[in-house]
């Protein structure tokens, strides 16, 4: 009986623990999303601005010498920002609706073996990205002397962790499938809310 009892009382602590954490998580993705479409759209417009510039100068002969350096080095940052911001939402290449058309039993397998392949290979990004910065020294930029090359190939290993948190943020709904966690509690959130016990009596 005491055994039963202790038993009961673990599973109910575990599931009231579940929604904290799953509360917790999703305050931090959102966190998460906010900087990273903040940094995109500040990308975006710092490369706008940057390409209509260049545009502008070489119309009045005037070329700027740092223009294709600096655009360059701005779209692969938009590149690599924009990426785990799509990572975040799972919107990369792939067959979302084909896996979660599996039975459990194969899908699983098939998730796990895909994120080992992308977890890996953004392992060894932020390693060899990581490298890069002994190699690199005191370099800099061939149009912008003051600017140092660690600065502008920072990218590399710092948008390949954000990748790798992107997916291992976003693990547990892709492991649970379609009809799960956060998606059901937003669900369930929406009822509660449009419920009778929730309206308010016309007066």
Request: glycine content about 10%; proline content about 6%.
């Amino acid at each position: 009986m005491r055994t039963h009892w202790a038993s009961s009382t673990g599973r109910s602590a575990r599931c009231a623990d579940h929604p904290s954490r799953l509360r917790m998580r999703r305050r931090f993705r959102n966190g998460l999303q906010r900087a990273l479409e903040f940094a995109v759209v500040a990308l975006m417009v710092a490369l706008a601005l940057v390409v209509v510039l260049g545009v502008v100068f070489r119309r009045f002969g005037a070329a700027l010498v740092w223009y294709d350096e600096v655009a360059s080095i701005l779209l692969a940052w938009l590149t690599f920002y924009g990426a785990a911001l799509a990572a975040l939402h799972r919107a990369h290449i792939g067959f979302p609706k084909l896996v979660d058309g599996l039975p459990p039993r194969f899908r699983r397998p098939l998730i796990l073996l895909g994120e080992v392949f992308v977890l890996g290979f953004f392992m060894v990004t932020a390693w060899a990205g990581w490298r890069v910065f002994g190699i690199l020294g005191g370099e800099t930029l061939v149009s912008l002397p003051w600017v140092p090359q660690r600065l502008v190939q920072s990218v590399i290993p710092i948008g390949a962790i954000l990748f790798i948190i992107a997916e291992l943020v976003t693990l547990p709904e892709v492991w649970e499938g379609p009809g799960s966690g956060e998606g059901d509690s937003r669900e369930g959130d929406s009822k509660a809310g449009d419920s009778p016990e929730h309206s308010v009596a016309p007066v």
